[in-house]
């Protein structure tokens, strides 16, 4: 499994679902120690698209979905396909405490979004 750097980080509510961080997050893809290490930059803006038919259950105001979803968004704006940044969404989700039933519905809505 993967890991954060520990750094301080800060979310700022945007509007609806859109968040600013504050602070640098990286990311070591794979495992522990691949040495590939992905990073969403201070002041990146990005979204919790969470469906609002599953709002109920997910809320895209949860402090534990916010770094993998800035990761997420980060890996798909550098030109990684969906799966790829879902695994990494998974496994970011799992370091910050969501269970494993959330997680799969969370990171099969965003490997199938938009699939063509």
């Known amino acids: 499994m993967s890991t ?22 990286s990311w070591e893809l794979g495992f522990k120690g691949s040495g590939h290490w992905e990073h969403v930059d201070d002041g990146t803006v990005f979204d919790v698209s ?16 916010l770094k993998a979803a800035a990761l997420h968004d980060e890996l798909l704006i ?12 998974n496994e970011a989700l799992k370091a910050d405490g969501v269970g494993a039933a959330h997680r799969l519905v969370m990171v099969t809505a965003v490997a199938f979004y938009r699939w063509a």
């Open 4 to 25: 954060y750097t520990d750094a301080p980080i800060v979310f700022e509510r945007l509007d609806g679902i859109r968040y600013r961080q504050h602070g640098r997050t």
């Open 50 to 65: 969470i469906p609002w038919a599953l709002r109920w259950a997910f809320s895209p105001h949860d402090p534990r979905y």
């Open 78 to 89: 550098r030109g990684f396909d969906r799966v790829t940044a879902a695994g990494a969404f």
